[in-house]
T-cell receptor, first 115, second 109 residues
Framework: DTGVSQNPRHKITKRGQNVTFRCDPI?????LYWYRQTLGQGPEFLTY????????KSRLLSDRFSAERPKGSFSTLEIQRTEQGDSAMYLCASSSPGPANEKLFFGSGTQLSVL | AQRVTQPEKLLSVFKGAPVELKCNYSYSGSPELFWYVQYSRQRLQLLLR??SRESIKGFTADLNKGETSFHLKKPFAQEEDSAMYYCALSGRNFNKFYFGSGTKLNVKP
């Protein structure tokens, strides 16, 4: 499968613990996005990278959330001191440079449950 | 403020009937509009985009700037169209996409 890959698929953690998710975009894609989706809602924008530069970050993203894309390839999203309200599906998407860069390719997501 | 509104959570139609999924938006500027679809147990994927003015799987969507709408239409629904549909918008730089809350389309046999 050469699509966007996210790991793990599921994560159960206790409140207060730190968690880290990984996203591997399609190899030639330089744009990478993180979204969060809760039940009954659409994807909510968290942050955007172009290559290794984090160019957009949602004001909804608290200081407990941090994302990196160190070499412009894979990306990680870390949530520190998790809270029950962080329980959601975390989606990663990527898009290519060039004329089709508006088409997002989504991963299957990481489902986070905070107990 | 940027916002995408999909007023219907669920839309049920019979096979062969016309279908229209509503989408209204607010955006300070000239937005680019999209429809994404998620079939059961599959990833979210692009269905169509306003930029290309295309028809995919018989679906079309017209951007009405006066009414700030981008409704998705299909003249004859098929059972395989049953899925979750999300309207989305972005600015011209595609740095950020805003999604609506989605409409579940159920096409009955």
């Amino acid at each position: 499968d050469t699509g966007v890959s996210q790991n793990p698929r599921h994560k159960i953690t206790k409140r207060g613990q730190n968690v880290t998710f990984r996203c591997d975009p399609i190899s030639e894609h330089n744009r990478l996005y993180w979204y969060r989706q809760t039940l009954g809602q659409g994807p909510e924008f968290l942050t955007y990278f172009q290559n290794e530069a984090q160019l957009e970050k949602s004001r909804l993203l608290s200081d407990r959330f941090s994302a990196e894309r160190p070499k412009g390839s894979f990306s990680t999203l870390e949530i520190q001191r998790t809270e029950q309200g962080d329980s959601a599906m975390y989606l990663c998407a990527s898009s290519s440079p060039g004329p089709a860069n508006e088409k997002l390719f989504f991963g299957s997501g990481t489902q986070l449950s905070v107990l | 403020a940027q916002r995408v509104t999909q007023p219907e959570k669920l839309l049920s139609v019979f096979k062969g009937a016309p279908v229209e999924l509503k989408c209204n938006y607010s955006y300070s500027g000239s937005p680019e509009l999209f429809w994404y679809v998620q079939y059961s147990r599959q990833r979210l994927q692009l269905l169509l985009r306003h930029i290309s003015r295309e028809s995919i799987k018989g679906f079309t969507a017209d951007l009405n700037k006066g009414e700030t709408s981008f409704h998705l239409k299909k003249p004859f629904a098929q059972e395989e169209d049953s899925a979750m549909y999300y309207c989305a918008l972005s600015g011209r730089n595609f740095n950020k996409f805003y999604f609506g809350s989605g409409t579940k389309l159920n096409v009955k046999p």
